[in-house]
């Protein structure tokens, strides 16, 4: 019992270098069984043996399987993730550029959805059983239940199809200008907003609710105290643990979660570049986007444990 | 220990409605080539007919009836990501309750390795294994029970924890008995009713990921119908304002809620957390 | 300052249970005046914390007030909008919990929740009650007035939070205070401070009070009056000292008598030592300091030793290391004269089948899903390797033991009242035919009157059977109720230990002089006088002795 509150961090931050390199190992397993036949597969069935046997040497698969991993390990901490097979690329620049695209669409997302949805979730536990907060349950029952691009399409068909007032395809690339930009985005950025706000005000709702039954919060009432206090002031300061984990997952989510959307409104971010490579057997880029997508996760579920425990004042405040 | 009239009688009004979707769609699954009015890749009209025309839902982007695809893509699906679940449950439970009742070394090796395993995203772990492995309908079960395997190992895991701090399993140990029987006859008698839940609740997450892998093309392949990949093939037409494919997809959306709906009462505090923590 | 305070006539309250709404508070009635102390008693499923609660205006969740009327200095509070009841409560009616550490807000310090009522109820400024705060917890004598009040919860001990919950609840200033159970979930030692703590400040601030409790001894260092309540009815009413001393009810009487001692034959009979703790130090993984230091005990055939100690003292973690959940650091343990390995799974099954034990929550201690055949079959099965029929034929005798029908063999745990329950687990203990129980606090959370017929069971068993019992408890008076020798733990050590005589009557080890000493007495005035005692140094207390 004599942990501090940074030792424990501490402890946190090595089990995430930890799973880090678990995680780079699993993927590397992966790439190595989409690497099988890359070589036949780029040079077509008509290649010869020599050629082929060219192709492997050049990329290094007639290595044992350690070598490449460990090289590629070295290069990576470097911040090398090697060139692209189809176009010969820097795979690290073409990263960049992606992932700016995508931590945009996350970024836009979360200023919309992390105040709204721990707003909803307050209301809706503030009014619990109401016909608020059964409207507001059960739409976002139908968000959390239908697949993203249904989202998106529906989105689609109302604001770019049916009404002209937002562009159908996302082409950010030509877009200049803040407002330009966030005008070609609007669409994917309102579909990542609705998905992960129902998904943060359900568990605002949820965690705030469950702690109603504890006897401070029948304390507070037997003080006489206005149910919208008791929420505030006693039951969401003892809420937030679970509520940052939410909402840090869904920022993990935002980022993930993209693949899809991004594929319906063609928006070059992460996603959509891991999808093109992984159909291409583009090893190096799909390696590269992997890695960066599990360092994200394993950042926010860091980031999460580490807020929930600084928002907990048994372990904020020691004895 | 319960039977099913009062099962229904417990039952609120919304876990009704939600027990009648889930009933009408694994009616229409089990039932498909007798229910749809035509094969399932029979071309029968022009391409995008309208709905409500001759057609009650219209022909797709090849002219197939997009209604007889429905009820075949139902069919497909929902076995689809029921066999994935069960293989996730099976695997995951297991482990889940090994971990919990041995404790030590083997709880903290497998915990380990699931934090690792369970820090790739599911949707981008799933299309590497999936690309690299290919589409047939064993493959995409196990990658993806697999996958699964390591949330429900978590839930199972906790589940047991919980139950594994009763009195009643110290009896047992205290007794003498196994491993074998405090896992079977003390803890999963316990558990079923969590565990139950919990696998509504994986299904429709397992679902969901079926979907949006057949929509991105590494789901079931062509002709067979697939709720995802119709919305894919149809998406093009979205532009022109055939609305075609957003009818799969509210189809995925409807047996989603309807799960939901149903399970809401016993799913595990966890609830309304995304499938990849 | 006299007057009728608080007027409730015919009160009707309803719970829901299982979807029909049954009565549980069947139209009482009660009148406080100014300063008066009244005691309500009874066992659980008296309605006693629903009618005490009545005095806000407040029903739990899922109960509700069906018929009657509470007058509050004239203002009836029955059908009261919440706008005007929150102006009541914490106000003019104030609530002191039973537990303190679940009722107290983790987040906040004490102070900022001391300060809340008076604040909010506008009656005083910050400033004002901080000053007050200070002041109350002088009198309440917390420890360091002024600077514990910026202290969150969960850093301040049990006993030091009841009594800051009793200062909250003074701090506005209240015409009533409800106290429901506050010290049940204290330690001995710990309660009777708090009481004396309680009792001067309510009588230095001429408040009244309801006092809620289950103990009819504390009721009775407290009330002025008090009313036995049971299933919702009113039983007796009368003054204090007149109801103890000429109880009109048989029920009255009965919960007067609880855990009278029982005449014990002492057996003359050869030392037969069945269990012999030799040297024993233990600790949890993980920790710097020994939970048991250097434990020797002996229990002999068909005898009870009872373990007597408060929390904290390492008396359940001496039934682990027994059990062999816990291998000691040091010390051996003999059984029938043969050594006992440390781990539980080095010991053969017959090792196991002799020491069997009966725990203090029968609802966790048997699996739910199992039906009470076999909860008590398994032992016979897995032990004595019986076919089902013969299993069956004894799991009737046993429970004819129990003195239980035998038609119980068919149900679940949930279908049996929590008595039963600590029956069922009596004979899946006996089902094994073992040589040694282990008792853990298997009456703690039982109702008085059943914990009785526990006990008298518990009793006659070991004369018909000759099984010696090795009982942990933190209960003086059930100690003095069945146990042949007695062992005082301490902070993991052995304090005393001998004949129930020898250490019941002077000279007592100084640490059993307190613990003895704590147990409330029914003679009104015990408390005021030990107070007064201990203020003089004539009797011991925590600080002199140094706990």
Redesign the interface.
């Known amino acids: 019992m004599n942990n501090t509150l940074p030792i424990i961090i501490l402890k946190r931050l090595t ?1 995430g270098l ?3 390199f ?2 780079s190992i ?2 590397t397993v ?2 190595e ?2 690497a ?1 036949d890359v070589c036949s597969a780029v040079l077509g069935q008509a290649a010869s043996p020599e050629t082929v046997a060219a192709c492997q040497a050049q990329l290094g698969l007639n290595q044992p399987v350690y070598v490449r991993y460990l090289d590629w390990l070295f290069n990576v901490v470097q911040g090398d993730f090697g060139t692209s097979l189809a176009n010969k690329r820097e795979v690290s620049e073409l990263l960049s550029k992606r992932m700016g695209n995508t931590f945009y669409l996350a970024t836009a997302a979360a200023i919309f959805a992390v105040p709204l949805g721990i707003f909803l979730g307050v209301v809706a536990a503030l009014y619990r059983n109401s016909a608020l907060d059964h409207a507001i349950s059960s739409s976002t ?2 968000a ?7 989202v998106g ?2 989105l ?2 109302i604001f770019a ?1 049916s009404n002209n007032w937002f562009p ?1 395809i996302s082409d950010v690339e030509s877009a200049a200008g803040f407002w330009s930009r966030l005008y070609v985005s609007a669409l994917p950025i309102m579909t990542l907003t609705l998905v992960t706000v129902a ?1 943060m005000m ?2 605002t709702r ?1 965690s705030i609710v ?1 702690l109603l ?4 919060i ?9 149910p919208s ?1 008791i929420i505030i ?2 039951a969401l ?2 809420a937030w643990a679970p509520i940052i ?2 909402v840090v ?2 920022l ?2 935002m980022v ?1 979660g993209c ?2 959307i991004e ?2 409104f063609v928006y070059p971010g992460l996603g959509a570049l ?2 093109e490579s ?2 291409l ?1 583009d090893l190096p880029i ?1 390696q590269g ?2 890695m960066v ?2 360092t994200v ?2 950042v926010l ?1 860091l980031v999460a444990d580490i807020l929930s425990m600084l928002a907990n ?2 372990l904020r ?3 | 220990m319960m039977g099913p009239v009062t099962f229904l009688k417990e039952l609120n009004f919304s876990a009704r409605i939600g027990l009648f979707i889930v009933c009408c769609m694994a009616f229409c699954g089990i039932f498909a080539p007798w229910l749809a009015p035509y094969s399932e890749s029979q071309i029968v009209g022009d391409v995008w007919e309208p709905i409500g025309g001759k057609f009650i839902f219209g022909t797709d982007q090849i002219g197939r009836d997009i209604l007889t695809r429905l009820i075949f893509g139902a069919r497909n699906t929902i076995a689809l990501a029921l066999l994935s679940t069960t293989v996730a449950f099976l695997a995951g439970a297991l482990l889940g309750f090994i971990a919990a009742t041995m404790g030590g070394v083997t709880d903290q090796v497998l915990c380990r390795l699931v934090d690792v395993c369970i820090s790739i995203p599911t949707l981008i772990a799933s299309l590497i294994f999936l690309s690299a492995l290919g589409t047939a309908v064993t493959t995409l079960v196990l990658v993806i029970g697999i996958i699964y395997t390591m949330p429900v190992f978590r839930i199972a895991r906790a589940v047991a924890m919980d139950i594994e701090v009763m009195d009643y399993i110290e009896a047992a140990r205290l007794r003498g008995e196994n491993l074998w029987w405090v896992m079977h006859k003390e803890i999963l008698p316990n558990a079923l009713t969590p565990l139950a839940a919990e696998f509504g609740l994986r299904f429709c997450f397992v679902f969901l990921l079926i979907s949006s892998l057949s929509f991105l093309g590494l789901g079931l392949q062509p002709p067979l119908a697939d709720w995802g990949a119709m919305v894919r093939g149809n998406a093009d037409g979205i532009a022109w304002g055939f609305l075609h494919s957003l009818l799969p997809a509210a189809c995925i959306a409807i047996l989603t809620i309807g799960i939901n709906l149903l399970i809401d009462r016993w799913v595990h505090k966890a609830s309304g957390l995304r499938d990849d923590q | 300052m006299t007057g009728t305070l608080l007027d409730i006539k015919d009160l009707l309250i309803e719970a829901d249970i299982e979807g029909e709404w049954k009565p549980i508070v069947h139209r009482l009635s009660m009148t406080l005046d100014r300063g008066e102390i009244i005691g309500l008693i009874g066992e659980s499923g008296a309605g006693k914390s629903t009618f005490g609660l009545s005095a806000l205006g407040y029903t739990k969740p899922g109960c509700r007030i069906v018929s009657g009327s509470i007058m509050l200095n004239g203002m009836e509070l029955v059908g009261k909008p919440d706008s005007g009841l929150r102006s009541i409560r914490g106000n003019k009616v104030a609530y002191v919990a039973q537990s303190a550490a679940a009722s107290f807000n983790p987040a906040h310090t004490l102070f900022e929740q001391f300060a809340e009522s008076p604040v909010q109820h506008g009656k005083m400024s910050a400033e004002e009650a901080r000053a007050s705060c200070v002041e109350l917890f002088r009198q309440l004598h917390l420890p360091e007035p002024e600077l514990i009040g910026n202290r969150y919860p969960h850093q301040v001990s049990g006993g030091q939070l009841q009594r800051a919950m009793t200062a909250m609840a003074l701090g506005s200033s209240p015409d009533i205070i409800v106290f429901d159970e506050p010290t049940t979930a204290l330690d001995v030692t710990t309660q009777i401070e708090v009481l004396g703590a309680i009792k001067e400040a309510v009588k230095a601030h001429q408040v009244a009070a309801i006092y809620i409790s289950h103990d009819l001894a504390v009721v009775a260092q407290m009330a002025d009056r008090i009313m036995v309540l049971r299933y919702g009815d009113l039983i007796e009413e009368g003054k204090a000292s007149d109801l103890l001393s000429d109880p009109q009810e048989e029920y009255t009487r009965q919960l007067l008598n609880v855990r009278s001692e029982r005449a014990r034959k002492n057996q003359d009979r050869e030392e037969n030592i069945q269990l012999h703790i030799e040297n024993i130090s233990a600790r949890y993984p993980g920790m710097t300091f020994n939970v048991l230091e250097d434990i020797n005990i002996k229990v002999v055939r068909g005898r009870t030793v009872a373990i007597v100690g408060e929390s904290g003292s390492g008396k359940s973690t001496l039934a682990r290391v027994i059990t062999g959940l816990l291998p000691p650091d040091r010390g051996s343990i003999k059984f029938n004269g043969d050594l006992l390995t440390a781990e539980l799974k080095t010991r053969p099954v017959n090792a196991l089948q002799s020491i069997q034990m009966i725990y203090q929550m029968a609802d966790v201690a048997m699996n739910p899903r199992h039906r009470v055949k076999e909860i008590i079959g398994r032992p016979l099965e897995f032990y004595l390797g019986m076919k089902p029929e013969a299993r069956d034929t004894r799991v009737f005798e046993l429970l004819r033991q129990i003195e239980l029908p035998e038609e119980f063999s068919e149900r679940y745990p949930a279908q049996l009242s929590g008595g039963e329950k600590q029956r069922v687990c009596i004979a899946r203990a006996l089902a094994a035919n073992p040589d040694l129980i282990i008792c853990d606090e298997v009456t703690s959370a039982l109702d008085q009157l059943v914990a009785e017929g526990i006990l008298d069971l518990l009793l006659n068993l070991q004369k018909k059977l000759d099984v010696s019992y090795l009982f942990i408890t933190h209960d003086i008076a059930t100690v003095k109720a069945i146990a042949d020798e007695i062992v005082v733990m301490h902070q993991g050590r052995v304090v005393e230990q001998g004949g129930k005589e020898a250490i019941l009557s002077p000279p007592f080890a100084p640490y059993t002089e307190l613990l003895l000493s704590s147990v409330p007495e029914m003679e009104p005035g015990w408390l005021d006088d030990l107070v007064s005692r201990r203020k003089k140094g004539e009797a011991p207390t925590a600080d002199s002795i140094g706990t």
């Open positions: 089990m930890f799973i880090l678990g995680v699993l993927i992966g790439v069984a989409l099988g029952l139908a959390i239940s239908s697949p993203e691009f249904f399409y529906i689609m068909a199809v159908a998904h359900r568990m949820a469950n039954a504890s006897p401070y029948e304390m507070a009432k037997l003080k006489g105290m206005k206090r002031k006693h300061p003892n984990q939410v997952l869904n993990g989510y993930v693949v899809v594929v319906v891991t999808v992984v159909m057997r799909v986007t992997a997508f599990a996760y394993v579920f004042p048994r405040y020691r004895k």
